[in-house]
């Protein structure tokens, strides 16, 4: 059984930063592509970031380009969302999605990952 849990959300004040953590069993972590997705209160979610299989390739929407980092240690079976120069546009709850892709690249679309996690409240003031 696939399990995927975010940690690491909280409040923060704007220009400050946040690191969010996704880990994943019941699949092998080196195989998978991972993404991170945010839903903000009556909008739809998402894709923020991911980082294909290998680490090589990695994706960020436009609104966080140049802010946010994602990156995988996967001798930790881990996922990381390193956010800084946080705005208060980026208050929303922030999910880690997992699946295998046998491409070299990954994907920004919730339509292209199987699992996902419960999500981590990130709340950022102004």
């Known amino acids: 059984q696939v399990q995927v849990v975010e940690s690491g959300g909280g409040s923060v004040q704007a220009g400050g930063s946040l690191t969010l953590s996704c880990t994943a069993s019941g699949l092998t972590f080196d195989d998978v592509a991972f993404g991170w997705f945010r839903q903000a209160p009556g909008k739809e979610r998402e894709g923020v970031s991911c980082i294909s299989w290998s680490g090589g390739v990695d994706y960020y929407a436009n609104s966080v380009e140049g802010r946010f980092t994602i990156s995988r240690d996967n001798a930790k079976n881990t996922l990381y969302l390193q956010m800084k120069s946080m705005k208060p546009e980026d208050t929303a709850m922030y999910y880690c999605?997992?699946?295998?892709?046998?491409?070299?690249?990954?994907?920004?679309?919730?339509?292209?990952?199987?699992?996902w996690g419960q999500g981590t409240q990130v709340t950022v003031s102004s």
């Open positions: 999605a997992a699946d295998y892709v046998r491409s070299m690249g990954c994907s920004l679309q919730t339509t292209d990952f199987k699992h």
